[in-house]
């Protein structure tokens, strides 16, 4: 039988020096007799001295196998395909395997193939020659990291819906904080945003702090697009994580040893905490998330078994101090809408419109809706209104700095009455005020002059109020109070003083004025 380890050899030549029996020596290294044996034949017929043990403790196991074993040491060895091509492949095409390389690619190229079992076991010696099956030690800081994540098994039929008399299921979101691996665990009905959001905010509030960093799967309510370098987050987790003031770092694709922790800790809670959720019936979601905290009260008591204290107790001596503190208010979740502004500069939400910059009319804007606000951002997500949620009420929701000029000339004239024409043209003077209360007598119904008031209180804006307030007072005299008598006496006022008459000079064909009676 061949004795493959070299340490087992090189004893094996020791013992043999020392004069040891084959029998002493298989007892010794733990091999069989005749393995002692064979190796002492070997030796001999190669010329190898029993003495040289130090000598041959210098070369590598291949060496030492080729010395001992020259016949076995010559294989027919099929040449290597490109094994970091193919990784690279598996690492970016989630659908293609090994045996699909094997049977549509290697084994249908021209040269001398391998097995599939040898091609299996090359690759796996090359992920291990070139370090790819190796763990980095993670040294994780306290209070510094929040891993969260949804687990990957579904707690089946444990919620009894009373509207439709079905058991539905509950998806598990898990967190777990630092160097304590201090977890948090929540039940919801599905895996969406808003239970995402929810989840990651009740997270925080349960561990009494703020995280430098928190660290997410690549599911789309946490990441829109997957990327290394530059991953786009969906921008409801990133105003979360802006009003929180801490860092989004998404997980690696396929690299779940990034956030070991949670998967650890998610491996736990499914032993520990899922499975003694099994065959339990909960009323609602509210109900079992109660048994929840209440088991998980009790699991953090539990002390580790390879480090000491409990999980509680390393959170509140080495996370807790190092976690900043929560903000008061409580972030919001908001939906996001995309709407491109129509001719009246009014975009919809949920039955009611909200109005924009005129200017924008045929841009693309993006809504924020929350339960209290309306937030509209450009294409470059900058703000442009600002408006409170309405639920009641009139339809349109309008900002009068959004609209044109005309159209807000329009609607203070459509939202005035005589009362407040009066009011206004009581700043002016008496006489305007005489001026348009008349006006507004002057018809059955006042709505037809509301027009003509309007017209004739602008002319202050470019004449001044004391000349509206002569050419009313001129109008009031004449007893003609219209739009247009105003207007013709304000822009061309008569002369204040009546020109000085003079004498005319004599003259031989001018005639007395005395000779016409």
Wanted: charged share 30%.
């Amino acid at each position: 039988m061949r004795c493959k380890e070299i340490l087992k050899i090189i004893e094996i030549l020791r013992l043999w020096d020392l004069g040891m029996t084959q029998r002493q020596i298989a007892a010794s290294v733990n091999c069989g007799k005749s393995t002692v044996g064979e190796v002492q034949r070997r030796c001999k017929e190669l010329g190898i001295d029993c003495k040289a043990a130090s000598e041959i403790a210098e070369k590598s196991a291949d060496e030492l196998h080729k010395l001992i074993y020259p016949s076995m040491s010559v294989q027919n060895i099929k040449a290597d395909p490109d094994w970091q091509a193919i990784h690279n492949r598996l690492m970016t095409r989630r659908r293609l395997n090994l045996r699909y390389i094997w049977v549509e690619e290697y084994s249908n190229s021209d040269g001398d193939h391998m097995s599939y079992s040898q091609f299996c076991r090359r690759y796996s010696s090359w992920l291990s020659d070139s370090g790819k099956k190796v763990v980095m030690a993670m040294d994780r800081a306290p209070g510094y990291e929040l891993c969260v994540d949804w687990a990957g098994d579904v707690l089946e039929k444990c919620v009894f819906d009373t509207g439709t008399g079905k058991l539905l299921d509950a998806h598990i979101f898990v967190a777990t904080l630092g160097d304590s691996g201090y977890p948090y665990a929540e039940a919801f009905p599905d895996e969406k945003q808003e239970s995402w959001i929810t989840a990651n905010t009740h997270a925080l509030e349960w561990i009494c702090g703020l995280p430098v960093v928190i660290k997410p799967d690549n599911c789309k309510t946490a990441v829109t697009k997957s990327n290394y370098y530059d991953p786009v987050l969906n921008p409801a987790y990133l105003d979360f994580s802006k009003h929180y003031n801490v860092a989004i770092v998404p997980a690696r694709v396929r690299k779940p040893k990034d956030k070991s922790v949670t998967e650890g800790t998610i491996g736990y809670l499914e032993t520990w905490l899922m499975e003694w959720l099994v065959g339990k019936r909960f009323e609602s979601y509210g109900e079992l998330n109660v048994a929840i905290r209440e088991r998980l009260m009790e699991l953090i008591k539990r002390p580790f078994q390879q480090r000491a204290g409990s999980r509680e107790e390393v959170y509140r001596l080495v996370d807790l101090p190092m976690l900043k503190p929560l903000p008061k208010d409580r972030f919001e979740i908001a939906e996001y809408i995309k709407r491109s502004v129509p001719d009246n500069y009014h975009v919809e939400c949920h039955d009611f419109y909200y109005s924009v910059p005129y200017k924008m009319y045929r841009q693309k804007v993006t809504l924020r809706v929350t339960n209290t606000m309306i937030d509209i951002l450009d294409i470059n997500n900058v703000r442009v209104a600002l408006h409170q949620r309405r639920w009641t009420g009139r339809r349109y929701v309008t900002d009068e700095a959004h609209m044109p000029p005309r159209h807000r000339k329009q609607r203070e004239m459509d939202r005035r009455d005589g009362d407040s024409y009066r009011m206004w043209a009581a700043n002016i003077g008496k006489s305007t005020r005489a001026a348009i209360d008349m006006l507004l007598r002057s018809h059955h119904v006042e709505q037809v002059s509301y027009r003509s008031c309007m017209g004739i209180l602008h002319m202050a804006d470019k004449h001044g109020k004391e000349a509206l307030e002569e050419a009313c007072g001129h109008a009031l005299e004449n007893g003609n109070v219209r739009y247009m008598a105003i207007k013709k006496y304000i822009e061309s006022p008569p002369t204040r003083e009546l020109a000085k008459v003079l004498p005319l000079p004599r003259h031989e064909n001018l005639r007395d004025p005395s000779e016409f009676c």
